[in-house]
């Protein structure tokens, strides 16, 4: 079977493709939540500490440890912990935190000039490519954020681990992981025509024309009119003049051409004889 060429396809609307509307919501969204958990220091929750009050609680994230009270909205940050920033996971988490937030800006530069709302054909390779880079970084932040959550307990600090909770960090950046691999993907999708073109909002130019307007439609025909001035024409007319109508002047008053008049030469006598 023959495959068909872009030519054959078109767009039943103007507007943009649902698949890049989807994507440039849910990547956004995903930056934002990405952003708060890698710069928030709440990714778990040290409580029941000895030695301390018990309302009072150390928040450690991948950047800064702060220790907090709830009974008071101060807190006191910026705490030093050599031994969890030591660990593994931390330097991970940050490398890959950072990194997934640049590719998804780099995602998006590329994406927005791809889809071009204010054309009739999107550059879909573009566009796809774009929301691939989104997809790499939800993918980019689904790692660390994983793995912290795995050896929550058994990371090592200063600090005494009675009670170990999940930070609110962790839920956002899984969130946010989730919303950048689903709009990264459903833009990539785009790429390639599936679904009989329903993924781009495209349909066969023959289902909706019909047959008799994709066929060719044969050359019109020439049709020769006689002109005024009685030339004659040597291509074939489809108008039924006769031979005869073509040697006749028109028939308009001012138009004809005077007769000729005739002229006695049996006469012999000079001119001024006729007139007496």
Known sequence: MPRRTAQEWIRLSLRTPGI????LVMAPCGWILNLTATVAPNWRTLNSLPNSPEDEFIEQGIFDICRSTST?????????????FSNQIIEVAQGLMVASL???L???AVAIPGIRC?????NWTVAGLGGL???????MTIIPIAWYTHILESISTVSPTVSVRVGYCIVLGYIGGIFEILGGFVMFIGICRCCGGKN?????VDEVMGPRFTQQKPPSRRVVVPSLNGARSNASSSVPYSKDSLDDDVSFPRAKTPAARSVNTSYSGRPYDADL
């Open 200 to 204: 781009r909002g495209e349909v066969r």
């Open 133 to 139: 880079l989104i997809f790499l970084s939800g993918v």
């Open 106 to 108: 780099l995602g998006l």
């Open 20 to 23: 890049f509307i989807f994507g």
């Open 118 to 122: 204010w054309r009739d054909r999107p």
């Open 72 to 84: 008071s909205t101060r807190s006191e940050c910026n705490l030093e912990d050599t031994e969890y």
């Open 102 to 104: 640049i590719v998804t």
